[in-house]
């Protein structure tokens, strides 16, 4: 459990999130570009333009965009306009032959999948986190004038606004209808169409930034994503669901502890299946692959995002914790979640955990997360134990460390 009786938090009405049309004369970033296909001459105009890099010229010019294509041959015109491309040229002029009204820049279509390169093992194992706490630059600014993502369609750093979703179904164990509150973050370098990262963060209010945790994600990844730390990423913050319009008071029990302290797939189930089916993959490109999907949370949301990876690994596989509450998770199947870690075969993921002897009900959870460390450095995991001398709550060890904890998560995935 948590001590945060002191927060409250203003809800105000929800506001939709209007997904814009991909327009055809932008492309979906350089990243992109390079690891697709180049198409071949001789493609009608209307698919070699269709999704143009993110330098891409007119379509009158035929010039490529970050894919690096070459003009398309003089008098290539027309639908096909592509078809008279001499040497094989890649950036054939699209539909609308001279005047460019359509087909645009010949760059590379968008994926729907990143790729994970070796991680290597740079940061793997147990460390200290140095004091003094103080927040990461990160947290607190926009570095080298990065972009500002918005939330909830407000940009990054303004009053945002909750939007809220009520389930479909009694929450067993609750045995009531639940209502989320939650917030959706958007990078300034999405592009309808081009697949983005998920990174989803339980416990919302805490991460989003309002109120005294002071994670600041949408700063820290505005910054992360701006300096190619990660990658285009949308970021899903919700809070534990509650009865009736949803408002969550930051109270532990009983509603949040059955939905996060569970050893079980329950509450992954429910996050997958429906919320973000129904209230992210539907309006936004997310990646397929599960290497492209990261999960954290602070506390009883900590353990909440470990067993989503643990029960869900093929969704999720990048999993960020705090303060993790392993010990009030019990058993599934007869088998304690600590004792499931410990046998094989290792799971594909990638863990990061923090915790310290002040941390809740000393030093039963400290001595959890110490003792998921090293079952996961015994099954030869990617995994980062952090170590911290700071109360449990607010997280300001965590806050130090957030933006370097993303960058060791996230290194080596590319879209």
Known sequence: MKVSSQLVVRRVSAVAVAAAACAVAFGCGSDAASTQPIPSAGASGTNVGGQAGSGGAS???GL????????AAAGAAGSNGGAAAAAGSAGAAGAAGAAGA???AGGASCGTTGTQADPGVTGDGKSAIPEPYTAAPETLSHLNNAPLGKVNGVEVGGK????TYKAKSVYPGVNSVLTYEYWIYVPAQYKPGCAAALMVFQDGLHFVGIDDAKFNTPTVLDNLIASGDMP??????INPGEPGAGHYDGQEYQNRHVQYDKNDPTYVTFLVDEFLAQNVL??????TDPDGWGIGGHSSGGIAAFMAGWYRPEKFRKLLTHDASFPNTGNYMGVSLLDAVGTGPAKPLRVYLMSGPN?????NWYNGNTNAAAKLEAQHYHYQYRTENSMHYPPVAGVSDFANALRWMWRGYKL
């Open 232 to 237: 285009v990423t949308i970021g899903v913050f």
């Open 64 to 71: 490529g965009g970050s894919g690096g294509a070459a003009p």
């Open 160 to 163: 945002y606004t909750v939007l």
């Open 102 to 104: 359509s087909g645009g």
């Open 59 to 61: 379509a009158a010019s």
């Open 359 to 363: 941390d809740l009900d000393a030093p």
């Open 282 to 287: 539907d309006k936004y490109t997310i990646v």
